[in-house]
Structures are given as C-alpha cells and as structure tokens.
C-alpha cells in the first residue's frame, strides 16, 4: 500500500477510537459504578462498635444527566453488604430544585437500611439548589443532616462521634461548632464535602476524614491526570490520602457534573470498615 494510503488509514482509524473513546466516556463509563472496600484501623483510644461498616455515598447528582434510578443501581453495590451505618457526603442533586424529590426518595429507601442511622453534609451544589427544601425531606426520611454539628452511634461494643462540617463554597463551615458537643479528648469521624481542608480538622482530633466533591478528577488522562477536579478537590482527589498524618479518603462519587464525562475514574460506592 502507498505511504499515502497507509497514512490515510491510520488517521481513519485513530478518528474512529477518538470516537468510540468519546461515546463510552459519555455514554456508558457514568453508568457503571463500582463499590469499593477500605478497611481502617482504628487508631488507640477509639473505640468504636466493633467491625463497624460505614456506608459512605457522595455526589450523586440527580438531575437531568445521573436519574435516580442510576443513584439507585449504585446503593444496591452497597447495600448487600449490610452497613451499620451510612454517611451522605453532599452535592445529592444538580440542575434545579424539581430534582429533590428524586433524589431523596432514593437515598431515604437506602438511608431505612442502616440499623444506627444515616447522616449528610450539604454540597455547594445543595445550596445551589435549595438547600432548605432538601434537607427538610432528607430528615423527614431519616436522614439527619449535620451542618457544624456532631452526632453520636452505639451499640454494646463502642460509640463513634460524626463531625460534620458545613461546605466551604457556599455554606458556612463552623469547626468550633461542628466539634463543640463532642466530649473532651475522644476523637471523631469527620464528614466534609471538600477533601482538601482536612488539614484543620486534625488540631480537633479527627481520626479520618470522608469526603466527595472531587468526582476522583472525573477525567484522567494518561501523564496529564486530571483535568477537571473542582477548587477545593485537587489536592486529596482519590482514595485514601493523608493529612497531617490523618487518613483522608475521597470518593469519586456516583455522579457526574460539567462536562458530564467520566474517563479513566469510575463512580464509586464506598464500604469502610473500621478495624
């Protein structure tokens, strides 16, 4: 074959798996979220309900890209293995307000399946899209929404103290607060939707940090890395990390936002147990 032809070829060919790239990144690669297992070792002092499994759920996004019924395929992943608990990690609905019922009515039929309860933090997304609304029916569904408040779980073996901390985009984060009813010299879990300032929640004893936000990046590309992790998601992106010698852990999350691809970084459920 000329060297023309040759050429003209592989440019077909490249064009086509840009293509077919594009159409999974779009079209399959939000659909298809995975559940993924940490344990955590609990460090001395804590004393938590023995082999405690934390449910934790982030960014689901309900709106006219992520439907419920998609949220809904990823809490099943979860909730075959029976949490204890679950934790919301915000940024539960895009677009518009109309997309609340949706939204809560998924994570409330998942939220009854916790025998120690559920609890949320609100996203930017969430005051973007009313956040009074939302967190009205997400308590009228079980669901307690901490905005710089704490919360306790027990059960015969231990108790664990939830810090949750208010979004920093548009909320009002309040860390005296959120620690404030926590007793003196235990160390808690805190729930934030931004991953990045983990680093002042340790003078107030966090033991770990559960975060969202980031969506893992949403796109990775191979030497580049992400390309469109948000302000606030950058530095601890995925996965576990460590902040001033706290465990961080990220969740991809389970939805999408702009631009409404997902490539390279799957969405997640997250099953933590504590250890």
């Known amino acids: 074959m000329p060297t023309a032809g040759r050429a003209a070829v592989v440019s077909v060919g490249g ?4 293509a077919a790239m594009s159409h999974r990144a779009r079209h399959t ?3 298809n979220p995975v559940l993924e297992q940490v344990d955590f ?5 804590v004393d938590a309900p023995r082999r405690l499994r934390i449910g934790f759920v982030a960014d689901t996004h309900v709106g006219s ?10 809490l099943a992943l979860l909730l075959v293995a029976k949490p204890d608990v679950l934790l919301f990690g915000g940024d539960y609905i ?17 939220a009854s399946a916790a025998r120690l309860g559920s609890f949320a933090v609100l996203g930017n997304h969430d005051y973007a899209n009313g956040a ?32 949750g901390i208010d979004d920093v985009m548009l909320g009002s984060p309040d860390l005296q607060r959120s620690f404030a009813d926590i007793p003196e010299n235990t160390r808690a ?14 003078p107030y004893g966090a033991f770990l940090q559960l975060s969202g936000h980031s969506h893992g990046g949403q796109i990775q590309l191979p030497m580049v890395g992400s390309i469109a992790a948000p302000a606030g998601g950058r530095r601890f992106m995925s996965g576990l990390n460590h902040a001033r010698g706290m465990p961080v852990y990220t969740s991809r999350g389970v939805g ?20």
Do not use: K, M
Request: hydrophobic share 45%.
């Open 15 to 18: 064009v086509a798996a840009a």
């Open 29 to 31: 690669a939000p659909y």
């Open 41 to 45: 070792r609990l460090p001395h002092g």
């Open 65 to 74: 890209v992520i439907r419920a019924s998609d949220v809904e395929r990823a």
């Open 94 to 110: 895009s677009d518009s307000p109309r997309h609340i019922p949706d939204a809560v009515e998924v994570l409330g039929s998942a």
């Open 132 to 163: 009074d609304r939302l967190i009205a029916q997400l308590e009228r569904r079980g669901i307690r929404v901490l905005r710089n408040e704490a919360a306790r779980i027990a059960d015969r073996s231990g108790e664990l103290w939830i810090a």
């Open 189 to 202: 879990l805190a729930l934030w939707h931004e991953p990045d300032y983990a680093e002042s929640v340790v």
């Open 256 to 275: 999408v936002f702009r631009p409404p691809v997902r490539f390279r970084c799957e969405p997640e459920v997250t099953l933590i147990t504590l250890v």
